[in-house]
């Protein structure tokens, strides 16, 4: 987790708030340094994380989780990390026929198929296991990303439909938080993930949107990070507070200041 | 070595990460750091593969891409267990001359190759390759060239644009070290010899059986099932996927798929905006991405996307892949005559580079890259017009 993040969210490992929907999505850039900040901030909170990794292997969280002070490999040892590897589980899904559901089985199906599997999966993976539990506090799902679901065929609806049951079950029956990452497809059009980034956007309660600059490339400031904090279930009149940074990232830690105060500016 | 002192603080964890990793299936997301002979670590001494290299940054392996220009571009080489897909230019004359240089790099380091391409057959497209240039042949004649480039502009200092001065030149010379990244003579065939020493495996569409494996029939285009069980079953029988560990010598599978998309693997992509194979081909790119992933290969596809009608499906296909380069040749616009762009045969346009391992990725800071193609040489520079 980056230290300066948690500042400018306002949290710490030890009182982050639970139940809550966190939507992190990047346009022109690449956020997934935000995925890796989420993993390794709930694993140090000590909570029971379910991990739908579906664009990377499980040695590059791994590798970057040990710069960012987590062990991978051993979290899963013990219970705290159940990961899916979507890419390894696509290639067993596909060459080999299956008994059971499996959760990537959407990829063997020829019309667009919905993502019941994949939520039985989550669901059994951060179910609460009696009472000799380790003492985790609390669950975490966190998807990366929802986009190569769209991609897959699957349409908006029913990935909106999977996140609302995700929803349903980690935020409010168990009282855990949900993560997940969309990309946005800016300029070109279309139209499946656009609904998927609106749906998502109006449920969320915090929403993180990495943006790269306007004008282009550049070397000492990578982006612009926008957070909006948003209270879904309440009336729509008190405003929602938005803040806007720039960040540079680096090789263990990413660095946030004020828009135009970077340190190779000043 | 930058790699190990990187990871000096948990020389530990990471001695026992490959020891584990190694126990399951082989990713090829190991760190592979070479092991300096100061350090006594307890993992396993992991053998060298000819043609590869480990990253500077992470200990990740690397191979070339057969343009010593584009290796440093992408910062150092192809990641093993990566696709690299290349945006085809127009007439498909430059980026078939990417794959091939990519495959004539995997003859001459010894890899196994398997070449994939729905309209022309893998053995002809193998007798096309350029040939090799060895160093002894082409020290003198490097020499040559860089000499003739040089003689107009050494006593020109450039007063005005001095900043051009500082600008990073791309290095055009033989790597002098090692043998990673060769050089080739795009007039010259391959000779004969060197393919028939080399191991690879061709899969010509037209001629293949059809396929066995029982998938419900409109889930993946047909050409495209056939590929993925031909690769697999490559994979699997000649042991990249580590699944064989009682073979002596590890060695890596470059795997080369030629227009990937066109009508002619039964694709309907470029025909038409909603086609009924839409997903078709984002499928194919992600169970060939988890086939790479989990074995020691590399992957090169060429790709026409300037026929591609619906352009989200770009974006897709740029997020499934992980580095996509694009080529623009000025052959039949506007810009062949503009006597601006006269050094140059095109553009080329790096779109994404994959941050692997890492948080940060090897970006170069130069965006604006033109490429020509001389008889023994295919450079890419910094395009000094656009500045």
């Keep these: ?266 | 070595m930058a790699a190990v002192a990187t990871c000096g603080g948990d020389a530990g964890s990471a001695g026992s990460a490959v020891a584990t990793a190694s126990k399951s299936n082989v990713t090829s997301f190991q760190r592979r750091g070479p092991r300096a002979s100061g350090t006594n670590d307890s993992g396993p001494r992991l053998v060298s593969i000819t043609g590869t290299r480990p990253s500077v940054r992470n200990g990740q392996l690397l191979v070339s891409t057969g343009l010593p220009a584009l290796d440093q571009l992408l910062g150092g080489g192809l990641a093993v267990g990566t696709v690299l897909l290349i945006e085809e230019d127009k007439y498909n004359i430059y980026s078939s001359l990417l794959f091939k240089y990519f495959l004539a790099e995997g003859i001459v380091n010894g890899h196994t190759l398997l070449v994939a391409s729905a309209n022309e057959d893998p053995a002809n497209i193998l007798q096309e390759l350029p040939a090799p240039l060895l160093d002894d042949n082409c020290k003198k004649e490097f020499d040559e060239d860089v000499y003739n480039r040089k003689t107009p502009e050494s006593n020109i200092k450039m007063k005005i644009a001095w900043r051009y001065q500082l600008l990073p030149k791309m290095e055009i010379g033989p790597v002098s070290s090692s043998r990673f990244g060769h050089y080739y003579d795009a007039s010259k065939r391959i000779p004969q010899e060197l393919i028939e020493a080399s191991k690879w495996h061709g899969f010509f569409l037209p001629e293949k059986i059809p396929s066995t494996l029982k998938v419900e029939p409109c889930s993946l285009t047909h050409g495209y099932i056939k590929l993925l069980q031909f690769i697999q079953n490559i994979i699997y029988e000649e042991g990249f996927d580590g699944s064989n560990p009682q073979k002596k010598q590890k060695n890596i599978l470059r795997i080369g798929i030629q227009n990937l998309g066109s009508p002619l693997w039964g694709d309907d992509i470029c025909c038409t905006e909603n086609g009924d194979s839409s997903h078709s081909l984002t499928k194919f790119l992600y169970v060939l991405r988890g086939l790479l992933r989990t074995s020691l290969s590399v992957c090169i596809i060429t790709m026409p996307t300037h026929l591609i009608q619906n352009k989200a499906v770009i974006a897709h296909i740029t997020n499934l892949s992980d580095i996509v380069v694009g080529l623009e040749s000025f052959i039949g616009s506007e810009r062949e005559t503009n006597p601006l762009y006269k050094d140059y045969h095109g553009l080329i346009h790096i779109r994404q580079i994959p941050r692997l391992n890492n948080l940060v990725c090897d970006e170069s800071d130069v965006k604006d890259l033109g490429f020509k193609l001389k008889r023994k040489l295919f450079t890419i520079e910094v395009d000094s017009i656009s500045l």
């Excluded at chain 1, 899963?76 to 589980?89: D, Y």
């Design chain 1, 1 to 266: 987790m980056f230290p300066e993040l948690n500042n400018l969210l306002n949290t710490t490992p030890d009182r982050a708030e639970q139940g809550k929907l966190t939507l992190l999505c990047d346009a022109k850039t690449d956020g997934s340094f935000l995925v890796h900040h989420f993993l390794s901030f709930y694993l140090k909170a000590n909570c029971k994380v379910c991990f739908v990794a579906l664009i990377q292997s499980f040695s590059h969280y791994n590798i970057v989780g040990q710069k960012l002070g987590v062990n991978l490999t051993m979290a899963r040892e013990r219970g705290q990390l159940v990961f899916l590897e979507g890419l390894k589980s696509a290639v067993d899904v596909f060459f080999q026929p299956q008994e059971k559901p499996h959760p990537l089985q959407f990829l063997r199906e020829a019309n667009a198929g919905n993502l019941k599997p994949l939520f039985e999966f989550v669901r059994e993976a951060l179910k609460p296991v009696g009472s000799g539990e380790a003492g985790w506090t609390y669950p975490v799902l966190l998807v990366d990303d929802l986009s190569v679901l769209l991609s897959l065929g699957l349409g908006a609806v029913a990935v909106l439909d999977f996140i609302h049951y995700c929803r349903a079950t980690v935020c409010w029956e168990l009282k855990g938080n949900v993560v997940v990452l969309v990309h946005d497809s800016g300029d070109v059009e279309d139209e499946e993930n656009d609904i998927l980034l609106n749906g998502l956007s109006h449920q969320s309660h915090l929403i993180l949107r990495a943006e790269g600059l306007a004008t282009g490339f550049c070397r000492d400031v990578h982006g612009q990070l926008r957070i909006l904090w948003r209270r879904p279930s309440q009336s729509t009149s008190q405003r929602d507070q938005s803040l806007t940074y720039q960040y540079k990232i680096q090789d263990r830690s990413v660095s946030f200041f004020a828009k135009g105060m970077s340190p190779a500016v000043l």
